[in-house]
């Protein structure tokens, strides 16, 4: 039976990207408690503002049935986050702090070199001032307030978050120095970080929010799902491609208990967290990462190393650039799937299917498309001739690339995504800074902020971080790291291995550049609403 989850408890950036719900714009801004009981007072305050799981009623769902709660649709949501210096600061009881687990009581940035951060630089020279509090605990970060908007037809945020931003100075104000607004952020706005989706110009002459990511890819595709995130009728289909891999080869949605406090995970276990339970239960946690982009360097490469590809591969220019992303990303730049569409010849046909099917509203066509853009497995590519062991695809979820015995001939003794499973996460956040052309600046403000949501940031965020994007050796690519967010030296190169019947060598993409840094980030539990009442009222009881 499905898992009914407490939607009116639970935080609304938790289960859904907002960026997928149409709220294009987005800002953090990040506070710091100096007394504990005014800030449990402006706590209690912000509280009516945050925006629950709650569904709001959509024209594209089917009739709810009768007695179904909503929440109204939101012009700004908000929601909020503490770090562990956060909760101690609002005076919850040690008892209860001393279940958190160690990485989120240390904090993001005394892990830099567990996470590989302190690259190419420490972060005292990278990252953003306000993330380095340098032994200032007035400068310390405490907690986050994230505002994501909806959009007007010009593309700008629409004005309910200036206004919301502006209730929010206030009340802190209103503090009298008792709790402070850091700034500190790079950017035109050093009070908070500003977020948008990359805009395009309609027909009309309105703006409207992409799907892309500065290095022009179709990003946010295949995020996890686990059981309880949608309801029954969505979660048929949802959970293809984007679930676990059962051995029998169908799809199944995660344990709740991977993203959600309180409830079983994977190994049928409950995730460790501060006592009592209804302070833990329905919460997550979150990683804060600024990752700044530099596109320059990345249209550079690109460039560069198609020459080599082109003259190698025998083919057209724009082919051999438009192949190298497709094989660094694992991706082609509109999100098709290598494993679906394996050669440039193959891509460009998937495309024409689209446009067709759009042109002549077929819509089982369409279906089956979007189906393919997340339906895979590597199974049939057990010498990444079709999408690179190292690519970025292949490492953030390996899928069933893990299974000992995936080259197996008894479909039997498949264990599908058994060992990847307890390595997913889920995907919020959107980019910033103006969209990045190709002759833009790198020491311009261009990137994304991901906000990395898991119940446990070690075995999950860490994890992956750590192992899969600055490691190797569980792809067989020795000590290449991931060809576009992983750290780069001199030597730094990515294989691209040759399809044997194609009679073509492999291809070396060699001195990669630093394609993505760090520019700051932090642990955040997201509590439930029930955690943010007890905490704003100051009754945790660990007992």
Same mark, same amino acid.
């Given at each position: 039976?499905?898992?009914?989850?407490?939607?009116?408890?639970? !935080?609304?950036?938790? *289960?859904?990207?907002?960026?997928?719900?149409?709220?294009?714009?987005?800002?953090?801004?990040? %506070?710091? =408690?100096?007394?504990?009981?005014?800030?449990?007072?402006?706590?209690?305050?912000?509280?009516?503002?945050?925006?629950?799981?709650?569904?709001?009623?959509?024209?594209?769902?089917?009739?709810?049935?009768?007695?179904?709660?909503?929440?109204?649709?939101?012009?700004?949501?908000?929601?909020?986050? #503490?770090?562990?210096?956060? %909760?101690?600061?609002?005076?919850?009881?040690?008892?209860?702090?001393?279940?958190?687990?160690?990485?989120?009581?240390?904090?993001?940035?005394?892990?830099?070199? =567990?996470?590989?951060?302190?690259?190419?630089?420490? =972060?005292?020279?990278?990252?953003?001032?306000?993330?380095?509090?340098?032994?200032?605990?007035?400068?310390?970060?405490?907690?986050?307030?994230?505002?994501?908007?909806?959009?007007?037809?010009?593309?700008?945020?629409?004005?309910?978050?200036?206004?919301?931003?502006?209730? =929010?100075?206030?009340?802190?104000?209103?503090?009298?120095?008792?709790?402070?607004?850091?700034?500190?952020?790079?950017?035109?706005?050093?009070?908070?970080?500003?977020?948008?989706?990359?805009?395009?110009?309609?027909?009309?002459?309105?703006?409207?929010?992409?799907?892309?990511?500065?290095?022009? #890819?179709?990003?946010?595709?295949?995020?996890?799902?686990?059981?309880?995130?949608?309801?029954?009728?969505?979660?048929?289909?949802?959970? @293809?491609?984007?679930?676990?891999?059962?051995?029998? !080869?169908?799809?199944?949605?995660?344990?709740?208990?991977?993203?959600?406090?309180?409830?079983?995970?994977?190994?049928?276990?409950?995730?460790?967290?501060?006592?009592?339970?209804?302070?833990?239960?329905?919460?997550?946690?979150?990683?804060?990462?600024?990752?700044?982009?530099?596109?320059?360097?990345? +249209?550079?490469?690109?460039?560069?190393?198609?020459?080599?590809?082109?003259?190698?591969?025998?083919?057209?220019?724009?082919?051999?650039?438009?192949?190298?992303?497709?094989?660094?990303?694992?991706?082609?730049?509109?999100?098709?799937?290598?494993?679906?569409?394996?050669?440039?010849?193959?891509?460009?046909?998937?495309? !024409?299917?689209?446009?067709?099917?759009?042109?002549?509203?077929?819509?089982?066509?369409?279906?089956?498309?979007?189906?393919?853009?997340?339906?895979?497995?590597?199974?049939?590519?057990? $010498?990444?001739?079709?999408?690179? #062991?190292?690519? +970025? *695809?292949?490492?953030?979820?390996?899928?069933?690339?893990?299974?000992?015995?995936?080259?197996?001939?008894?479909?039997?003794?498949?264990?599908?995504?058994?060992?990847?499973?307890?390595?997913?996460? $889920?995907?919020?956040? $959107?980019?910033?800074?103006?969209?990045? %052309?190709?002759?833009?600046?790198?020491?311009?403000?261009?990137?994304?902020?991901? %906000?990395?949501?898991?119940?446990?940031?070690?075995?999950?965020?860490?994890?992956?971080?750590?192992?899969?994007?600055?490691?190797?050796?569980?792809?067989?690519?020795?000590?290449?790291?991931?060809?576009?967010?992983?750290?780069?030296?001199?030597?730094?190169? #990515?294989? @691209?291995?040759?399809?044997?019947?194609?009679?073509?060598?492999?291809? @070396?993409?060699?001195?990669?550049?630093?394609?993505?840094?760090?520019?700051?980030?932090?642990?955040?539990?997201?509590?439930?609403?029930?955690?943010?009442?007890?905490?704003?009222?100051?009754?945790?009881?660990?007992?």
């Amino acid at each position: 039976m499905a898992t009914q989850l407490d939607l009116a408890d639970i !935080q609304g950036n938790v *289960l859904t990207a907002y960026g997928r719900l149409g709220f294009p714009k987005g800002r953090c801004l990040l %506070l710091n =408690i100096v007394e504990a009981r005014a800030g449990r007072r402006l706590l209690d305050m912000v509280r009516p503002y945050v925006t629950t799981a709650l569904r709001w009623p959509s024209s594209k769902d089917k009739a709810p049935p009768p007695g179904t709660v909503f929440q109204r649709r939101p012009q700004v949501a908000v929601n909020v986050s #503490f770090t562990f210096w956060g %909760l101690l600061a609002l005076g919850v009881p040690i008892r209860t702090l001393r279940g958190m687990p160690d990485e989120f009581i240390d904090g993001m940035p005394a892990r830099a070199d =567990i996470l590989c951060d302190n690259f190419p630089d420490r =972060i005292e020279k990278t990252w953003d001032p306000v993330w380095l509090w340098r032994e200032d605990p007035r400068r310390r970060v405490h907690v986050l307030l994230t505002l994501n908007a909806q959009a007007n037809p010009d593309g700008t945020a629409v004005a309910r978050l200036d206004e919301l931003t502006a209730e =929010i100075e206030a009340l802190v104000r209103a503090t009298e120095g008792k709790v402070t607004l850091l700034d500190g952020h790079r950017g035109p706005e050093s009070r908070w970080q500003d977020l948008s989706a990359l805009m395009e110009r309609q027909p009309d002459g309105s703006m409207a929010p992409t799907p892309r990511e500065h290095f022009g #890819f179709t990003d946010a595709i295949g995020d996890a799902v686990f059981d309880g995130q949608y309801p029954p009728e969505r979660m048929a289909g949802a959970v @293809i491609g984007q679930g676990k891999l059962l051995p029998d !080869q169908s799809w199944a949605p995660l344990a709740t208990g991977e993203f959600l406090l309180g409830h079983p995970d994977e190994s049928q276990e409950i995730p460790s967290a501060g006592m009592p339970l209804d302070f833990s239960r329905n919460g997550t946690f979150v990683a804060y990462r600024k990752l700044h982009q530099n596109v320059a360097a990345w +249209h550079a490469a690109m460039d560069r190393m198609a020459v080599q590809f082109a003259a190698v591969m025998g083919v057209p220019q724009e082919e051999a650039c438009e192949t190298l992303k497709a094989k660094i990303a694992g991706r082609w730049t509109d999100g098709v799937p290598l494993m679906a569409a394996p050669t440039y010849a193959e891509w460009r046909a998937f495309q !024409q299917r689209r446009a067709t099917a759009e042109a002549q509203d077929d819509k089982a066509t369409l279906a089956a498309l979007a189906r393919a853009m997340v339906d895979f497995t590597f199974r049939s590519d057990p $010498l990444g001739a079709k999408c690179p #062991f190292g690519s +970025h *695809l292949r490492r953030s979820n390996t899928r069933d690339m893990m299974d000992p015995l995936l080259t197996s001939d008894d479909p039997k003794q498949l264990n599908g995504s058994v060992l990847n499973n307890r390595r997913r996460i $889920l995907r919020r956040g $959107l980019p910033y800074g103006q969209a990045a %052309l190709d002759a833009v600046a790198d020491d311009q403000e261009h990137g994304i902020v991901m %906000l990395a949501t898991c119940a446990n940031l070690f075995r999950q965020f860490e994890f992956v971080q750590q192992q899969w994007m600055q490691y190797g050796l569980d792809f067989n690519t020795g000590n290449d790291t991931c060809p576009i967010v992983g750290n780069h030296g001199e030597d730094a190169k #990515f294989v @691209i291995a040759a399809d044997p019947a194609s009679g073509k060598p492999p291809f @070396i993409c060699d001195r990669l550049p630093q394609f993505v840094e760090t520019r700051g980030g932090e642990y955040f539990v997201t509590p439930s609403m029930t955690a943010l009442r007890m905490i704003a009222a100051g009754i945790v009881d660990p007992t």
